[in-house]
Protein backbone atom coordinates (compact mmCIF):
# COMPACT_ATOMS: atom_id res chain seq x y z
CA UNK A 1 0.00 0.00 0.00
CA UNK A 2 1.42 3.42 -1.04
CA UNK A 3 1.93 5.52 1.78
CA UNK A 4 0.89 8.86 1.60
CA UNK A 5 2.54 12.44 3.74
CA UNK A 6 0.77 14.86 5.35
CA UNK A 7 0.75 18.03 3.63
CA UNK A 8 2.00 19.76 6.45
CA UNK A 9 4.90 17.23 5.90
CA UNK A 10 6.05 19.17 2.92
CA UNK A 11 7.84 22.85 2.71
CA UNK A 12 5.72 25.47 1.93
CA UNK A 13 7.74 26.43 -1.20
CA UNK A 14 7.41 23.03 -2.57
CA UNK A 15 3.52 23.45 -2.27
CA UNK A 16 3.55 26.42 -3.83
CA UNK A 17 5.75 25.24 -6.89
CA UNK A 18 3.33 22.42 -7.64
CA UNK A 19 0.67 24.73 -7.53
CA UNK A 20 2.48 27.52 -9.88
CA UNK A 21 3.31 24.08 -12.31
CA UNK A 22 -0.49 23.20 -12.53
CA UNK A 23 -1.49 26.60 -12.88
CA UNK A 24 0.70 26.67 -15.76
CA UNK A 25 0.00 23.50 -17.34
CA UNK A 26 -3.99 24.16 -17.01
CA UNK A 27 -2.99 27.51 -18.73
CA UNK A 28 -0.89 26.69 -21.31
CA UNK A 29 -3.12 23.43 -21.92
CA UNK A 30 -5.87 26.03 -22.71
CA UNK A 31 -4.03 28.29 -24.92
CA UNK A 32 -2.91 25.79 -26.96
CA UNK A 33 -6.43 24.67 -27.36
CA UNK A 34 -5.99 21.17 -26.13
CA UNK A 35 -8.55 19.51 -24.46
CA UNK A 36 -8.00 17.99 -21.29
CA UNK A 37 -8.77 14.16 -23.03
CA UNK A 38 -5.80 14.97 -25.53
CA UNK A 39 -3.53 15.81 -22.60
CA UNK A 40 -4.78 12.75 -20.89
CA UNK A 41 -3.98 10.64 -24.11
CA UNK A 42 -0.65 12.13 -24.34
CA UNK A 43 0.63 11.89 -20.25
CA UNK A 44 -1.35 8.10 -20.19
CA UNK A 45 -3.16 9.13 -17.56
CA UNK A 46 -7.08 9.90 -16.12
CA UNK A 47 -9.13 12.77 -16.57
CA UNK A 48 -9.49 12.94 -12.17
CA UNK A 49 -5.49 12.50 -12.33
CA UNK A 50 -5.17 15.58 -14.23
CA UNK A 51 -7.81 17.61 -12.35
CA UNK A 52 -5.19 17.03 -9.81
CA UNK A 53 -2.20 18.26 -11.55
CA UNK A 54 -3.84 21.29 -12.26
CA UNK A 55 -4.90 22.15 -9.05
CA UNK A 56 -1.12 21.75 -7.54
CA UNK A 57 -1.83 18.62 -5.34
CA UNK A 58 1.35 17.25 -3.39
CA UNK A 59 -0.04 13.66 -3.57
CA UNK A 60 0.22 13.35 -7.96
CA UNK A 61 3.81 12.25 -8.65
CA UNK A 62 6.57 15.16 -9.59
CA UNK A 63 7.23 12.66 -12.96
CA UNK A 64 3.33 13.61 -14.07
CA UNK A 65 3.88 17.27 -13.39
CA UNK A 66 7.10 17.16 -15.37
CA UNK A 67 5.58 14.81 -18.28
CA UNK A 68 2.99 17.63 -18.93
CA UNK A 69 5.29 20.84 -19.02
CA UNK A 70 7.73 18.24 -20.88
CA UNK A 71 4.01 18.06 -23.60
CA UNK A 72 3.10 21.34 -23.38
CA UNK A 73 6.67 22.49 -24.30
CA UNK A 74 7.54 24.40 -21.07
CA UNK A 75 9.69 21.53 -19.28
CA UNK A 76 12.43 24.26 -19.76
CA UNK A 77 11.39 26.80 -18.25
CA UNK A 78 9.31 25.45 -15.30
CA UNK A 79 12.32 23.13 -14.57
CA UNK A 80 15.94 24.27 -16.22
CA UNK A 81 18.50 21.45 -16.62
CA UNK A 82 20.61 21.59 -13.38
CA UNK A 83 24.39 22.19 -14.13
CA UNK A 84 26.51 19.09 -14.06
CA UNK A 85 28.57 20.15 -11.24
CA UNK A 86 25.35 20.22 -8.61
CA UNK A 87 24.57 16.13 -9.66
CA UNK A 88 27.77 14.62 -10.61
CA UNK A 89 28.80 11.90 -8.03
CA UNK A 90 32.82 11.43 -8.58
CA UNK A 91 34.21 8.40 -6.73
CA UNK A 92 36.37 9.22 -4.23
CA UNK A 93 40.25 7.92 -4.55
CA UNK A 94 41.88 6.52 -1.93
CA UNK A 95 44.56 8.98 -0.55
CA UNK A 96 48.46 8.01 -0.89
CA UNK A 97 48.48 7.09 2.82
CA UNK A 98 45.74 4.34 2.19
CA UNK A 99 43.28 6.42 4.49
CA UNK A 100 40.04 7.75 4.22
CA UNK A 101 38.68 10.86 5.00
CA UNK A 102 35.68 11.78 6.66
CA UNK A 103 33.50 12.41 3.31
CA UNK A 104 34.78 9.60 1.39
CA UNK A 105 31.78 6.90 2.51
CA UNK A 106 28.94 8.52 3.12
CA UNK A 107 27.04 4.93 3.91
Same mark, same amino acid.
Given at each position: ????????D???????? @????? =????????????T?E? %??A???????T??R???????A??? %?? @??? %??? @?? %????? =? &????????E????? &?? =????????????
Open positions: MKKSRATGIPSAVIER @LQMWG =ATIRKQRVFLNMAD %LCRLDISRPLRIESGDTAAAS %LY @LAA %LNV @LG %LLGHA =A &PRLEARLWMHIAT &PR =ANGTRGADDEYF
